[in-house]
């Protein structure tokens, strides 16, 4: 994620920012992960009191499910847009804004290659406040949880598989 002096921060912009990893998994095993919408999310770190929304025809793990949390004094939601098994997409937005964000969506690809999987996640916002002070304090706070992300996302699947984790592992060339 390129430091704060590389963004446009003025007041309403769209930001996005794209990072192409490669995980040492099969593609399968690695979108897994995405299977329980509620379990995946309850495992990332900032989040308490992770909780499924459910009741008046909400489903439970597929589009439209939605979990919400506290996460730094306020409650967020997170929807559920899309989950590809196929074609391997995954994304989520927040269906209202937060004291942080106007807008907010996450979208995951992943495609096989010859040593494991490549992912890509894009995340796009808009910064809510009005002060430029305040952006530039939310966008520290998302870059400081975004660089946690990928190895929580391994430990994910390690906590849920235990040791079976080491059997999806691929070799890697030297």
């Known amino acids: 994620m390129p430091g704060t002096n590389e963004i446009n921060m ?8 794209t990072e192409v990893k490669v995980v040492p998994l099969d593609i399968e095993y690695f979108w897994s992960m995405y299977d ?20 008046f025809g909400k489903p439970d793990n597929s589009p439209g499910a939605i979990v ?10 997170d929807r559920l847009v ?3 098994r196929v074609n391997h997409v995954w ?4 269906p209202q804004a937060t ?8 979208t995951v690809s992943a495609r096989k290659i010859d040593n494991g999987t490549e992912v890509t996640n894009v995340l796009e916002f808009v910064l809510r406040s009005e002060k430029l002070e305040e952006r530039q304090a939310a966008l520290a706070l998302l870059q400081k949880f975004a660089a946690l ?4 996302l391994l430990d994910f699947l390690k906590k849920r598989d235990g040791e079976k984790y080491h059997d999806h592992v691929l070799p890697q060339n030297q």
């Not at 919400?68 to 939601?77: A, I, K, L």
């Not at 994304?91 to 927040?94: A, H």
């Open 91 to 94: 994304k989520l937005d927040i």
């Open 68 to 77: 919400s949390f506290n996460f730094e004094g306020m409650r967020v939601y």
């Open 10 to 17: 003025e007041y309403g912009q769209w930001i996005s920012f």
């Open 36 to 55: 329980d919408f509620y379990a995946f999310l309850s495992s990332l770190s900032g989040r308490t009191d992770v909780q499924k929304e459910l009741g």
């Open 82 to 84: 899309m989950n590809d």
């Open 149 to 152: 992300r990928p190895s929580e």
């Open 99 to 106: 004291e942080l964000f106007t807008l907010y969506q996450v």
